[in-house]
């Protein structure tokens, strides 16, 4: 379906700028210029308060509330969890002679705000025209640390144009803050107070009873008053500012949040663990921070950049996609998942789900793969949950739970939460993915085989076998596809189970050769027989694949190629997205398909499939597919660049760069597409570059886009920092520091060093 650009931001290649404030684009805005470091994240609010259409945003990973959900069967969940909003701890009040600032009300030009990617520092500035005729320059600064996951920072400098005089500021702590998808707020505060020169507060959850410590130190050499503000959930401090024409005031405030969900960990203990971190991290000042944060996104970008020449709306774009996979993911804090939005917006919850494996890991191992281990110590860690989920639908195993904050599933939609069953073979995947890509066996043998057996389990006891065909497979179940409800033999899930049990039994296999003591210490521990490996494998074996053998066409699911057919070019536009125009049940009588589900496993085991079956199938399932999902239009790029058509592969790739910035969806007021957004990278590094990573080593088959003159992209590969270069006669590879790799390229096994690799560039042939 045709998704248009509503661009009104500036092209850049370093960073987002808006001119001009625009009411009706303010949310979008405020997604946009999000700030986050993996442990908290804000949205770009006006921090001086609003009184137009916003979302005030503040949001910590893995902070959650919950509320009950009406279950009247064994297996549908009784409660959902949420991500929290949370403190304001950039509440600040703005008044000059009796006037309040708000942009909703107050009159103002030269507006600009501008979130510099080199920095990430979001920055905005005004001139603010009062009543009386003055005119007073305002320019707000925020960062989220890098380097310090606790710590927020923030500048407001002041430069009266045509007068000398006096200005009023209230900042402080705001745990008043209301939850916009529920209406409410969960917080309630436990004790609040001052020491040394910082202000503190410890807030609750309702419901859950997590906790947040919030605590500032305010910078204001120029403060002519300095006195406590209380009331309520909100602590802070009440300032009168002197102002010196043609002279710029600064105020700086420093904050520190320590979020705790450690029950055992006492409210004095957590509050002097949080006034301690305080002292800590705000003395040293704003600028320190900022310079700290200026040499963190150096290193970033020198590892991870993608260059781009001849095209500078993408140049921006996957600039924009780094920076923010950087922000919500960086593997500091073992245990924390990838939200469908991020940190940035209220929106799926901030539930993580299967993207996190499929579309977001691949970034991570080939950029930062002590992220990529942080992301499967998460699955780790909430194995425990898995396994009593699968009790829950009177299966063995674990089951990882479609939608999760916290490792417990918090899908409310049974028919998704019970029979999407592809989490746990994405898990596998992702394992199996970043030990082939990374080397870490270590991982593997001492976490990762458990949770494969527990995953295998699971998959063994879901399934039954065929009464006519006598094959194994998987009945009643939804693919990732979702428009098809409670069908038989999914191809995705079967054809993903089938790997997972010939995975499962190699590791094993692998670590009872490597280890026999290992091996006998957690099959002793798990319970695990030879017997039961016995029907893995011979449940692999009879696993029904759906195919139709005269066209190499893969069926998604029993019965698809006799669904009545839907044209889906002749649905109006007005009609999307059509969860919000069509009756539900309407979504699964027809071959129409939201997203790829037999193109994606033919995508994440690509070396398993030829060229003709891969197009056999695009052509097939590619008219049928609407495209609802935001994942999907790159893994249709990829393999339409994969097949010859490199016109087709550059139309499905023209909006993924830029789906946010240029807001295709109508929906970017909501938050961020994070997963969506690693999948852009894979659209540049997978689709164009020709990456294929699921075989023994990694395989590169470039391609140029015609519009581009050059591009570069880096990725670490066993250890070694790669750097691929392509223009439109050649391709450089070179690994960099004395490294040393072998990779196939263009068919053929090299070994790149520091001295690298040149080949001409090959084209694929259009079909």
Known sequence: MPKIADRYLHIDPWKVVEEGFDRGRNRVSESIFSLGNEYMGVRGYPEEGYGGDSLLGSYFNGLFEESPVTAHYKGIIKS??????????????????????????????????????????????????????????????????????????QRITFEPLNFSGTVNVRTGLDFAVIHEDRQHSYWETLKQGEEGGIVGMLGQTANTGNRLFSAFRIEAPDALENRPARGGRFIGRDLALKLTQGARTVLDKLVVNVAEKDRSITDDALWQTGMDQAVRYTRDGYDTAAAGQRAYW?????????????????????????????????????????????????????????????YCLPFYIFNNPKAAKSLLEFRYKTLPEALERAKELDCEGAFY???????????????????????GTAVAYGLRHYVSMTGDR?????????????????YA????????????????????????????????????????????????????????AAYGELAARLGLTAEERDDWRSKARHMKIPRDERTGIYEEHDGFFDLPHLDIQAIPVT???????????????????????????????????????KRANYDYYEPRCIHESSLSPSIHSILAEEIGRSEEAYKFFEFATRLDLDNYNRNTREGLHTTSIAAAWMNIVYGFGGMRSDGERLVLNPGIPERWD??????????????????????????????????????????????GIRVPLRKAAVR
């Open 80 to 153: 959902l969890r949420f991500m929290v909003n949370a403190v304001d701890w950039l509440h600040t009040r703005i008044e000059l002679d009796g006037e309040p600032l708000d942009l909703a009300e107050s009159r103002f030009s030269g507006f600009r705000r501008e979130l510099d990617f080199r920095t990430g520092i979001y920055t905005r500035e005004f001139v603010w025209h009062l009543a009386g005729g003055k005119d007073l320059k305002l320019s707000f600064e925020r960062l989220v640390s890098m380097k310090v996951s606790y710590l927020g920072c």
């Open 298 to 358: 150096a290193r970033v970008w020198a590892d991870s950049d993608i260059a781009i020449e001849g095209d500078p709306e993408n140049q921006q774009g996957i600039r924009f996609c780094i920076f923010q996979l950087y922000q919500t993911y960086h593997g500091d804090n073992p245990g924390f998942n990838i939200g469908a939005k991020g940190l940035t917006g209220e929106a799926y919850r901030g539930l993580a789900f299967w993207d996190t494996e499929s």
């Open 401 to 423: 739970p479609i939608a999760t904050i916290d490792g417990t599933e918090s899908c409310d939609l049974w028919q998704h939460s019970n029979l999407q069953l592809h989490v």
């Open 442 to 458: 270590a991982f593997l043998f001492e976490k990762g085989a458990e949770m494969l057996i527990q995953i295998s389990r699971f």
């Open 461 to 516: 006891t879901r399934g039954q076998w065929g009464q006519k065909t006598r094959q194994f497979g998987y009945f009643g179940v939804m693919g990732p596809d979702e428009f098809q409800l409670m069908v038989n033999n999914n191809c995705y899930i079967n054809f993903m189970a089938q790997k997972l049990f010939e995975y499962t039994l190699e590791v094993l296999d692998d670590l009872q050769s490597v280890s026999p």
């Open 575 to 613: 009609e999307f997205p059509l969860y919000s125009h069509w009756s539900y049940d309407r979504l699964y009588r027809y071959d129409m398909i939201k997203q790829p589900d037999v193109l994606m496993f033919m995508f994440l085991y690509s070396g398993e499939f030829t060229a003709e079956e």
């Open 710 to 755: 050059s591009y570069r992209f880096r990725i670490t590969y066993q250890g070694a920092k790669v750097f691929v270069e392509v223009d439109q006669e050649q391709v450089s590879i070179r690994a960099a520091s004395g490294g040393e790799v072998e990779m196939t390229v263009y068919g053929e096994i090299c070994r790149v060093d520091e001295a």
